[in-house]
């Protein structure tokens, strides 16, 4: 049986825009599930142009798209007769979570939630075309920390992994590159504490006056540990004032 206790008020636990568990029930979860080793599978779903969409049908009916979005997960829960713990956690994100038991029903769900997102849908008098990536995890088997985990749900807000199919995590998850997103504050702040940074300026000239016209300041830094070399974590910061230019 697939049963997580919360001893909260439900205001605390439930997202009163979506009816579905709310995103600090999702992380203390989570971190339930990896501290405890429980085994569970669940689908991520991540509308990556959340905000386009937001603009286009306007910002009082977002939350009725929400709970249309909603209602059609616990369709298709129902017809599979799946058992799952529901989650929003804002922005577009949604979370289905089920007993590792239960995989096949959870595909099987995610091939229909993921065949309806990707065709147009009908709100109103409008149409609207979501870019949502479905993500199938295995925890702990795929991810193997919280922190971890919770950078890679963050990954899947980029819209590069969206191809109209499941995406499985087993696929996307590489180690090497999650631990230096992990360690990046770290990385960071040994850059500045070791004189790692290096500022380099560029004049921006333009043939069609025949002057320079502006200046780009170009903040670098050395991280060995990731793999960067001069050229990568490359900023650029333009001036608009012409009186600084060269």
Same mark, same amino acid.
């Given at each position: 049986?697939?049963?997580?206790?919360? %001893?909260? *008020?439900?205001?605390?636990?439930?997202?009163?825009?979506?009816?579905?568990?709310?995103?600090?029930?999702?992380?203390?979860?989570?971190?339930?599930?990896?501290?405890?080793?429980?085994?569970? !599978?669940?689908?991520?779903?991540?509308?990556?142009?959340?905000?386009?969409?937001?603009?286009?049908?306007?910002?009082?009916? *977002? %939350?009725?798209?929400?709970?249309?979005?909603?209602?059609?997960?616990?369709?298709?829960?129902?017809?599979?007769?799946?058992?799952?713990?529901?989650?929003?956690?804002?922005?577009?994100?949604?979370?289905?979570?089920?007993?590792?038991?239960?995989?096949?029903?959870?595909?099987?769900?995610?091939?229909?939630?993921?065949?309806?997102?990707?065709?147009?849908?009908?709100?109103?008098?409008?149409? !609207?075309?979501?870019?949502?990536?479905?993500?199938?995890?295995?925890?702990?088997?795929?991810?193997?920390?919280?922190?971890?985990?919770?950078?890679?749900?963050?990954?899947?807000?980029?819209?590069?992994?969206?191809?109209?199919?499941?995406? #499985?995590?087993?696929?996307?998850?590489?180690?090497?590159? #999650?631990?230096?997103? *992990?360690?990046?504050?770290?990385?960071?702040?040994?850059?500045?504490?070791?004189?790692?940074?290096? !500022?380099? #300026?560029?004049?921006? #000239?333009?043939?069609?006056?025949?002057?320079?016209?502006?200046?780009?300041?170009?903040?670098?830094?050395?991280?060995?540990?990731?793999?960067?070399?001069?050229?990568?974590?490359?900023?650029?910061?333009?001036?608009?004032?012409?009186?600084?230019?060269?």
């Amino acid at each position: 049986l697939f049963v997580w206790t919360n %001893i909260q *008020r439900s205001e605390e636990t439930i997202n009163a825009e979506k009816r579905f568990f709310n995103s600090y029930t999702y992380n203390w979860d989570m971190k339930k599930v990896f501290t405890n080793e429980k085994h569970v !599978v669940q689908i991520l779903i991540n509308i990556t142009n959340h905000q386009t969409v937001q603009n286009i049908i306007g910002h009082k009916n *977002r %939350i009725a798209f929400l709970n249309y979005l909603s209602d059609q997960i616990n369709n298709f829960e129902l017809k599979y007769k799946l058992i799952a713990k529901n989650y929003y956690t804002n922005s577009g994100k949604f979370a289905v979570v089920a007993n590792h038991k239960d995989q096949q029903l959870l595909l099987s769900f995610a091939e229909d939630i993921n065949d309806f997102l990707s065709k147009p849908l009908s709100f109103g008098n409008t149409k !609207v075309n979501l870019i949502a990536n479905v993500c199938f995890i295995k925890t702990p088997e795929n991810i193997p920390d919280y922190e971890t985990f919770f950078v890679f749900a963050q990954e899947l807000n980029n819209p590069k992994y969206y191809n109209g199919q499941i995406l #499985y995590a087993k696929e996307l998850y590489k180690s090497d590159y #999650y631990e230096k997103l *992990r360690n990046i504050d770290h990385i960071l702040l040994n850059a500045i504490t070791n004189n790692k940074f290096k !500022v380099h #300026y560029q004049p921006i #000239y333009s043939i069609k006056e025949k002057r320079f016209k502006d200046l780009g300041l170009g903040i670098l830094f050395f991280a060995a540990a990731m793999g960067l070399g001069l050229g990568t974590g490359y900023a650029k910061y333009k001036s608009n004032k012409s009186e600084n230019c060269i």
